[in-house]
């Protein structure tokens, strides 16, 4: 299993969690994106490690989940008011 094939896995298993807990993508760049709600992500269909779309602080993010190194979730002390 490739390591986009893993991380997309992860989050397939996150955003299926009951309750949802939020949770954090850190990206190869360093940036880290917030999934607030499974509602804002999106995945492409045709490839396990393909492309995925989030909607997160009133902006489109697409990106692919090979560039992803990393995903955690969110400690509700670490959530900004």
């Known amino acids: 299993m ?3 094939e893993r991380i997309h896995a992860d989050v397939l298993r996150l955003v299926r969690t009951k ?3 939020p ?3 850190t990206m190869e760049n ?3 994106i917030v999934v607030e709600q ?3 992500i999106a995945f ?3 490839s396990p490690a393909g492309a995925f779309y989030l909607f997160w602080e009133a902006r489109r993010i697409a990106g692919t989940f090979r ?3 990393n995903v955690a979730v969110v400690d ?3 959530q900004s008011n």
Request: aromatic share 8%.
């Open 67 to 69: 560039a992803v190194t």
């Open 76 to 78: 509700c002390g670490e």
């Open 30 to 32: 360093g940036d880290v």
């Open 44 to 46: 492409d269909p045709v």
């Open 38 to 40: 499974s509602e804002n």
């Open 2 to 4: 490739s390591s986009g």
């Open 23 to 25: 949770f954090t993508m």
């Open 19 to 21: 309750p949802f807990q």
